[in-house]
T-cell receptor, first 116, second 114 residues
Framework: GAVVSQHPSWVICKSGTSVKIECRSL??????MFWYRQFPKQSLMLMAT?????????EQGVEKDKFLINHASLTLSTLTVTSAHPEDSSFYIC????????????FGPGTRLTVL | AQSVTQPDIHITVSEGASLELRCNYS??????LFWYVQSPGQGLQLLLK??????LVQGIKGFEAEFKRSQSSFNLRKPSVHWSDAAEYFC????????????FGQGTELSVKP
């Protein structure tokens, strides 16, 4: 149990276009989902926290208008990278929490974004 | 401020040798502590976690970790490393008073020599 999927697993896009990444909890309801960004050989940096039905909470330094997060249901959150540029190329990982005690997070497999 | 430090960026051990990966944390309350493993291009897999109780926790793949409050440490150990253990290992502290936010250490890359 507690499986999280991401789609797509990799995407290549042209500079200036927008890309949407989906994060789904397959066998549980996720009251909270988290989005991370990871550069090569580096740690995970939390970008934002989203709760179902409410606006996402962004970490300091993360551009809200560039990284749009929607948590429309208890099993789906989306991250849209708007007007992507090469510096947005990264590995994006989502995680989901059931919101029960300890709020343990379950991680998706990640999405590799390359902006040309 | 909360933080997690993994002092070793890269460790190389011989197959069959024992392993210890270090993790120190800074957090004002009793922490929730986690160890994750990440293979190249993959997401994170939970190895083990500590919430409370017995300070020696057992995880998957033969890993264990010991919580030492006095040293603010949560070191990961394995008695005999296998070549398939080569990966990146992340220690994390869970901020239960901030919606379960995780703060990750910098990671330790483990290489295994045949």
């Amino acid at each position: 149990g507690a499986v999280v999927s991401q789609h797509p697993s990799w995407v290549i896009c042209k500079s200036g276009t927008s890309v949407k990444i989906e994060c789904r909890s397959l066998d549980f309801q996720a009251t909270t989902m988290f989005w991370y960004r990871q550069f090569p050989k580096q740690s995970l940096m939390l970008m934002a926290t989203s709760n179902e039905g409410s606006k996402a909470t962004y970490e300091q330094g993360v551009e809200k208008d560039k990284f749009l997060i929607n948590h429309a249901s208890l099993t789906l959150s989306t991250l849209t990278v708007t007007s992507a540029h090469p510096e947005d190329s990264s590995f994006y990982i989502c995680s989901a929490s059931r919101g029960v005690s300890y709020n343990e997070q379950f991680f998706g497999p990640g999405t590799r974004l390359t902006v040309l | 401020a909360q933080s997690v430090t993994q002092p070793d960026i890269h460790i190389t051990v011989s197959e069959g040798a024992s392993l210890e990966l270090r993790c120190n944390y800074s957090y004002g309350a009793t922490p929730y502590l986690f160890w994750y493993v990440q293979s190249p291009g993959q997401g994170l897999q939970l190895l083990l976690k500590y919430f409370s109780g017995d300070t020696l926790v057992q995880g998957i793949k033969g890993f264990e970790a010991e919580f030492k409050r006095s040293q603010s440490s949560f070191n990961l150990r394995k008695p005999s490393v296998h070549w398939s253990d080569a990966a990146e290992y992340f220690c994390a502290v869970g901020l239960y008073n901030q919606g379960g936010k995780l703060i990750f250490g910098q990671g330790t890359e483990l290489s295994v020599k045949p």
